[in-house]
C-alpha cells in the first residue's frame, strides 16, 4: 500500500499565521482525505482532495480557512489560515488507492499560541 | 446516514487478558470495514479490513469479521500484550460513494494494557 510522508510533523504557531502541511505519496493515488483530530477524539473530516479539481469541503469547514492544493496524484498541501488557539489540533492526510486501501501521515502537531 | 457506534472505553486489561471491542454499523449498500491503531504519539495505522459479508480481517494476533445480519465487526485478540496499548478505531468505507469514498469513523476505543 502507498506510504504517506507528512511535514511538519509539529510546530508551535503565532495566531494570526499560516501554516501550510504537504503530505507526499509514494506513489499514484485518486483521493486524497484532510482530518482534524482534537486531543482524545476521533477523526473529522476537512475535506476531501480529488486531483485537477477544487477540494470537497465538510460541513463547518470553509475553503477560506483551509485551502487545499492537490496539483498531481502524489502529493496535495492542507494550509492552516489566520490561526487561532481553537486550530490547535492534530492534522491528518491520507490516501485511497481504491478498492477501500487508505493510508494515513503520521500527522502534524499544530499549536497556536 | 451511514454511521458507526463504537464501545467506549477506556478499555484497561491484564496482560494475556482476552479482548474484545464493539463496534456496529448503519449503512446503505454493502460497505467495506476497517479497524484503524494509533499507538501513543503515532499516526493511524491500518489494522485490518473486511470487503463483504463473512469475510474475516486478522493481523497481529487481532480478528473482525463482517457480520451482516447484525451489522457489527468486533475487534478480539486472543492474548493482549502491553506493546497492544492504543486507541483503536472501527471505521466503515461507502460503497455507494463512487470515486468519493471517505471513511466513517468511530470515536475510538483506548485500550491500556497493564503487565
Redesign the interface.
Known sequence: ?AVIS?KPSRDICQRGTSLTIQCQVDSQV??M?WYRQQP????T?IA?A?QGSEA?YESGFVIDKFPISRPNLTFSTLTVSNMSPEDSSIY?C?A?G??????????TRLTVV | GNSVTQMEGPVTLSEEAFLTINCTYTATGYPSLFWYVQYPGEGLQLLLKATKADDKGSNKGFEATYRKETTSFHLEKGSVQVSDSAVYFCALSDSNAGNNRKLIWGLGTSLAVNP
Open positions: 500500500s507528512q485518486t483521493m482525505f482524545g477524539q476521533s477523526l473530516l476531501t480529488n470537497t491528518l491520507s485511497s481504491g478498492r477501500g486501501g487508505y493510508t494515513f501521515g503520521s500527522g
